[in-house]
């Protein structure tokens, strides 16, 4: 049984800093690599990690460089697709010794599991909020698929091409995904498309699949669904998906942290 998990949006920020003044997010990819270690023996084997983006903050070297440093200590190996805070061309150099980052163009990549594909899409458009997929994403995407015949695939990419309802990030989801969804929908297998960007657990249909948004590690994008409403954040725990092929493919939320228990529910019987 293939497992995946996908953790998304960690933002680190150079030492001394915190995103946006308030969040410290190396702590809380370090608490989630922490996490994802112990539970290990509860909820794995798991074969791959997938980032689903904004790995850093500001897509700097030093940002990079303390991103792999953290995701070092994590018994499990992982990649990664760009989001908005990333700077593809650092990025690239500073993965550039992974086998599945690409030396040029966008960074798309595929991994085949045996009962179960993995896609990764670039969605990153230089210095914009919002994402789009370039002809040659779309290309790579449509060629992959036909070759995996029909097998349950999960496809990641950075921005939600469906809307949340929080309005400031409908604003910077996935622009013109026509074509997108013509070639998930014609898809002849499971498909599950996941993304991060929203730093929210939100699932949505997307034409015949689901889209499935997964959390940030550390902070959240405020749930206010009010029109007008501002772009904030709340510090809501953070959390990682886990997906597996159980028949079709099962997904999980799992908070980052410590938690009280477990305890029998009958503990006398
Ligand atoms: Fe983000
Ligand atoms: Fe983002």
Known sequence: MTRII?????HIVPHGQLAYGQVDTATALADCVETINRMLPEIGPVDMVVVAGDLTDFGTEEEYLRFREIMAGL???YRAVPGNHDNVAVMRACFSDRPWMPSEGPVNWALDFGDLALIGLDSNVAACAYGNLSEETLSFLSGTLDAQGGKPTI???HHPPVMTGIEKMDLQNLRDSTKLKAILSGYSGELRLTCGHVH???????GSVICQIGPGVSHAV???LREGAPNCLTKEPGGFLLHEMRGGIVSHHIPVGRFDGPYLFYPDR
């Open 155 to 157: 496809v990641t990419m």
């Open 75 to 77: 018994e499990l190996p």
């Open 222 to 224: 405020t749930m206010d």
């Open 200 to 206: 929210r657990n939100i699932v949505a249909p997307f």
């Open 6 to 10: 996908q953790i998304s949006d960690p």
